[in-house]
């Protein structure tokens, strides 16, 4: 069994910064891409950022420039760093990572979502 835990959101004013961690743990072998989700009420869940595990990271257009995502393996732990907030970046925050085994198989966890309110 895998768990990702969210931790770090809140509420902050426009231009602020926050910074978002992901931990995993639990039957761990190997982690995949690892990447940040958002959900605005009223709108699909969109792709913030991702990182695959050889660093190489892709963000969104509206993010570029003012998020980072980065990863600890040692730590099965993934961040997202949010700097110069917008009211616009308003929405749960959701993380996801790709879980390999010995045996081929892969799965998808979602951490349960974190709330980022800015406030302009």
């Known amino acids: 069994q895998v768990q990702l835990v969210e931790s770090g959101g809140g509420l902050v004013q426009a231009g602020g910064s926050l910074r978002l961690s992901c931990a995993a743990s639990?039957?761990?072998?190997?982690?995949?891409?690892m990447g940040w989700y958002r959900q605005a009420p009223g709108t699909q869940r969109e792709l913030v950022a991702v990182i695959s595990s050889s660093l190489s990271t892709n963000y969104a257009d509206s993010v570029k420039g003012r998020f980072t995502i980065s990863r600890d393996n040692a730590k099965n732990t993934m961040y997202l760093q949010m700097n110069s907030l917008k009211p616009e970046d308003t929405a749960v925050y959701y993380c996801k990572m790709t879980m390999g085994w010995t045996d081929g198989t892969r799965r998808d966890y979602w951490g349960q979502g974190t709330q980022i309110t800015v406030s302009s």
């Open positions: 639990g039957s761990i072998f190997s982690i995949g891409a």
